[in-house]
């Protein structure tokens, strides 16, 4: 039979020590944590610092809330960037416009969304990537990717800043720019690759082609921190100001019977082109404020 306890008895246990949690890998499971050694490396290099890049598939966006009143705009207030290794579960780094960068490891938990906690620190003890955190040590396992892991994005991207938008925008960081100076690039609707961007636009008023401002202001942001863009030297083809469904009239390979597409085939066709010489139908001519508008073309517009 023991002794009963008493406040006069008692003998506190020495500490523990800190609390440390294993997270395992699970294909099946909903909220998997894993990572590859590479990302590993990059993760604990940039911990608390702009991102330098070099993960096998780096990721940084332009986020935030929505605009109280107009629900298509980012509320100017909360946007923030937001950067990311595409083959880490459940970590990202937080970039406020302010230049603050904040690591965090999202801790599901039971949670429906997760547990934000900030990183103070991270290190690679053998197969596992830390996470130290004010309460804990988070280990995430480090696997083999490839196809069919979890982690598939294995050299599909390779860090590239004269080809990956981003990761010129990465480049940018740690070559003099703030992210307030690449606020500019990072929307929704920038171009994937450099490549993309087309040196020519369309003048909505007249419907001519225009130098393209949006391409102009990316070589001179390259320019700057150094980096010569990856533009596409392919020669763009002619294409006259038309409505697409009215394509089929003036391809140059439908009238030399080169194409054998049906001309309902022919909207939006990535291979139509024409000549300056051919003579359009003035009723074709997609003009700022056509009176009336082909029902062809309203219907593959829907």
């Given at each position: 039979m023991t002794a009963q306890i008493t406040w006069d008895t008692f003998i506190p246990r020495p500490p523990m020590g800190r609390r440390t949690i294993h997270l395992k890998y699970d294909e099946d499971a909903p909220y998997e944590?894993?990572?590859?050694?590479?990302?590993?490396?990059?993760?604990?290099?940039?911990?608390?610092?702009?991102?330098?890049?070099?993960?096998?598939?780096?990721?940084?966006?332009?986020?935030?809330?929505?605009?109280p009143t107009d629900l298509y705009e980012m509320d100017p207030d909360t946007r923030e960037l937001h950067y990311w290794s595409h083959n880490t579960r459940g970590y990202y780094?937080?970039?406020?416009?302010?230049?603050?960068?904040?690591?965090?490891?999202?801790?599901?938990?039971?949670?429906?969304?997760?547990?934000?906690?900030?990183?103070?620190?991270?290190?690679?003890?053998?197969d596992e990537l830390v996470f130290v955190t004010e309460k804990a040590d988070y280990y995430i396992p480090i696997i083999e990717g490839g196809i069919g892991s979890m982690v598939?994005?294995?050299?599909?991207?390779?860090?590239?800043?004269?080809?990956?938008?981003?990761?010129?925008?990465?480049?940018?960081?740690?070559?003099g720019k703030t992210p307030q100076d690449i606020k500019r690039f990072m929307s929704m609707g920038h171009c994937v690759n450099l490549g993309l961007y087309d040196p020519f636009t369309r003048d909505h008023r007249t419907g001519e082609l225009v130098p393209s401002p949006s391409f102009n202001m990316i070589a001179d942001f390259a320019e700057e921190v150094g980096i010569r863009p990856k533009f596409s030297q392919d020669v763009l083809p002619y294409r006259p100001n038309i409505y697409p469904?009215?394509?089929?009239?003036?391809?140059?390979?439908?009238?030399?019977?080169?194409?054998?597409?049906?001309?309902?085939?022919?909207?939006?066709?990535?291979?139509?082109?024409s000549r300056p010489e051919i003579e359009i139908d003035p009723k074709d001519l997609a003009t700022e404020r056509p009176k009336k508008i082909p029902k062809k073309y309203a219907e593959a517009g829907a």
């Amino acid at each position: 039979m023991t002794a009963q306890i008493t406040w006069d008895t008692f003998i506190p246990r020495p500490p523990m020590g800190r609390r440390t949690i294993h997270l395992k890998y699970d294909e099946d499971a909903p909220y998997e944590y894993c990572t590859v050694r590479q990302d590993a490396e990059v993760i604990v290099r940039d911990i608390g610092k702009y991102p330098a890049g070099g993960s096998t598939c780096d990721r940084l966006m332009d986020m935030g809330r929505l605009h109280p009143t107009d629900l298509y705009e980012m509320d100017p207030d909360t946007r923030e960037l937001h950067y990311w290794s595409h083959n880490t579960r459940g970590y990202y780094k937080q970039i406020q416009y302010d230049g603050t960068v904040t690591d965090y490891f999202i801790h599901h938990a039971n949670k429906r969304y997760g547990e934000y906690i900030e990183i103070t620190d991270a290190r690679i003890e053998g197969d596992e990537l830390v996470f130290v955190t004010e309460k804990a040590d988070y280990y995430i396992p480090i696997i083999e990717g490839g196809i069919g892991s979890m982690v598939n994005y294995i050299d599909s991207e390779p860090y590239d800043p004269a080809y990956y938008t981003e990761h010129l925008m990465i480049h940018a960081l740690n070559h003099g720019k703030t992210p307030q100076d690449i606020k500019r690039f990072m929307s929704m609707g920038h171009c994937v690759n450099l490549g993309l961007y087309d040196p020519f636009t369309r003048d909505h008023r007249t419907g001519e082609l225009v130098p393209s401002p949006s391409f102009n202001m990316i070589a001179d942001f390259a320019e700057e921190v150094g980096i010569r863009p990856k533009f596409s030297q392919d020669v763009l083809p002619y294409r006259p100001n038309i409505y697409p469904v009215a394509e089929w009239k003036y391809c140059y390979q439908r009238l030399k019977k080169i194409c054998a597409k049906k001309k309902d085939q022919c909207i939006c066709c990535h291979r139509f082109f024409s000549r300056p010489e051919i003579e359009i139908d003035p009723k074709d001519l997609a003009t700022e404020r056509p009176k009336k508008i082909p029902k062809k073309y309203a219907e593959a517009g829907a």
